[in-house]
C-alpha cells in the first residue's frame, strides 16, 4: 500500500510540470520585450524567445537553465 501511496505522491507532484511544459510558446500581448526561454517538447529542447510581458502560459522561464530543469529533466 505505501508503495501504491508513494507512486501517486509523485505522479501528482510530477503533472503540473508535465502539463505546463506541453503548452505552446505564448509571446503575450503586451509591450515590453523580454528574453524568455520556453521548453519547445517536439524537439526536446528549451528556445529562447521573446515575452511581451503578459497574458502568457506557465511554459515560460527567465533561463535557460530553469526550463531544463523543470522541463526537460522531468520528460
Not at 21 to 45: F, I, S
Not at 68 to 74: F, T, W
Request: hydrophobic residues 35%; contains cysteine.
Amino acid at each position: 500500500l505505501l508503495d501504491c501511496v508513494v507512486f501517486w505522491c509523485r505522479l501528482i507532484a510530477f503533472l503540473p510540470d508535465f502539463l505546463d511544459c506541453n503548452l505552446k510558446k505564448e509571446t503575450g500581448l503586451c509591450n515590453k520585450n523580454l528574453q524568455r526561454w520556453y521548453y519547445d517538447a517536439k524537439k526536446g529542447v528549451c528556445s529562447k524567445f521573446r515575452y511581451a510581458g503578459c497574458h502568457g502560459n506557465k511554459n515560460n522561464f527567465k533561463s535557460s537553465d530553469m526550463c531544463m530543469i523543470r522541463c526537460h529533466l522531468s520528460q
